[in-house]
């Protein structure tokens, strides 16, 4: 055997370059792959959690004679051992004296009352909570949280650190300053659709539900009616209608984006205790207070298959004025995109129907 032989062989820079591509094209082919099994189990893992509140407020409705679970207090009653609601306490500081009195308990905080948010919007499970239905009396449940939805699981793990609870910016319009962003940790990703926990009253050819404020996206008002008290068999269609939802799609667009985009999609919850991944495209438009009905002379038409619907309410979806770096960008790229109220609003509130079975 000669010296030369011997000498073991290396790789030339151009094989070097030519491994490296290959890895390079490997990448970029198993990456999408990879992300794509990614959301479809943090899509499983959404679903399994909205089917946990779903079936945990049924089971709290067992209990409660019916009643859908809300924060539901009325002035002037000793709702809680510790807590009098003034007589004339107004809806919002209703919500927040029974939001306040759940997780003082529960979590052992002493937190300051915020007297003028809609505590339903975003806590409404918190009667779950401190009855026992989502497994313990620990007001941290893993379960309100989607598992795409970052936010929820920074503050989960924060529980009293200002610092990092005001990190998608401060409420400074909450009552007093600086109060709610220390209720971020039993934040819920998942909503109640407002009807469920608002009164839909009708008044002369008008019905008034909860229902958009049509300049800011996460705000809504309910026209003075009581809140709570609204019961399962006040629902006509358990199969469609919409119980629960995520405000932004997070499972069906390449990006999260506002759940009221003709393009969105998303598992959503019903009021038959199924969760279903539905397209907004076999959903109707939702409602802005008229009563003609489907067929009407004066109803709208759908574009879609032009059928006579019921007119639909249309809200501005704005991240400059919702909550700063919690609220995703618009599809368009414009700072204001105008969206459809769906199943959010829905025509006849709870008696009415969300989804249309066919097109």
């Not at 995109?337 to 079975?357: E, I, P």
Request: charged share 15%; proline share 6%; glycine share 8%.
């Amino acid at each position: 055997m000669s010296r030369n032989s011997s000498i073991r062989r290396a790789f030339t820079l151009i094989e070097l370059l030519l491994v490296v591509a290959i890895i390079a094209l490997l990448i970029s082919i198993l990456l999408p792959a990879i992300g794509k099994a990614r959301n479809s189990a943090q899509m499983s893992v959404c679903m399994s959690n909205m089917r946990q509140m779903v079936t945990a407020s049924f089971t709290y409705g067992a209990d409660a004679k019916d009643q859908i679970a809300a924060l539901n207090w009325t002035p002037g009653t000793y709702n809680d051992p510790n807590v009098l609601t003034p007589a004339n306490d107004g809806i919002l500081i209703i919500q927040g004296r029974q939001a306040k009195a759940i997780l003082d308990r529960r979590s052992d905080q002493n937190l300051t009352l915020v007297q003028n948010r809609y505590f339903n919007r975003n806590f409404w499970h918190l009667p779950l909570v401190d009855g026992f239905y989502l497994g313990n009396a620990n007001a941290i449940v893993p379960a309100v949280g989607c598992p795409s939805d970052s936010w929820v699981k920074i503050w989960q793990k924060n529980v009293g650190n200002r610092g990092v609870l005001t990190g998608i910016g401060p409420e400074t319009t909450a009552q007093p300053n600086g109060a709610y962003e220390m209720y971020r940790p039993f934040w819920s990703t998942y909503q109640m659709v407002p009807v469920a926990f608002s009164v839909d009253k009708s008044a002369g050819p008008t019905v008034y539900p909860a229902y958009a404020y049509s300049n800011f996206h996460h705000i809504f008002e309910n026209a003075s009616f009581p809140i709570g008290k609204r019961k399962f068999l006040d629902v006509n269609f358990p199969s469609q209608k919409v119980m629960m939802f995520d405000v932004f799609d997070r499972h069906g667009y390449k990006r999260p984006i506002w759940h009221a985009y003709d393009i969105a999609s998303q598992p959503l919850a019903f009021f038959d205790t199924s969760v279903r991944f539905t397209r907004n495209k076999n959903v109707q438009y939702g409602w802005n207070h008229t009563r003609a009905g489907p067929g009407s002379p004066t109803a709208a038409i759908d574009p879609r298959d032009g059928r006579r619907v019921y007119a639909w309410t249309t809200y501005d979806y704005n991240p400059a004025t919702g909550f700063r770096g919690y609220d995703h960008p618009t599809l368009s790229g414009q700072p204001i995109d105008r969206v459809k109220g769906y199943f959010r609003w829905t025509a006849l509130g709870l008696k009415g129907y969300d989804v249309v079975t066919a097109r």
